[in-house]
């Protein structure tokens, strides 16, 4: 449940803020297993995902394993 407050609260502050302001933390924070859910959450209750999906599937920030790209795929499959 906390996720998903979080994640909410991430999209709301992202949109209203600008996104330029948040991309740094939400890089961060892709890297860390603790704030996958709340990030999934985040692109699913924003209005406009684009921002979050191109910065978690560059190819550049990724690593071998490609986790971010992932991790963009579970943010599309939670859209409606």
Do not use: T
Not at 23 to 42: C, G, N, S, Y
């Amino acid at each position: 449940f906390l996720e998903y407050l979080a994640g909410c609260n991430l999209a709301r502050r992202a949109e209203e803020d600008g996104w330029d302001r948040w991309r740094d933390l939400v890089d961060r924070k892709a890297w860390h297993p603790a704030w996958w859910e709340a990030l999934v959450f985040m692109g699913w209750a924003m209005e406009n995902p684009e921002p979050l999906l191109e910065l978690l599937a560059d190819r550049n920030r990724d690593d071998y394993f490609r986790h971010r790209l992932v991790l963009a795929l579970r943010v599309l499959a939670e859209r409606p």
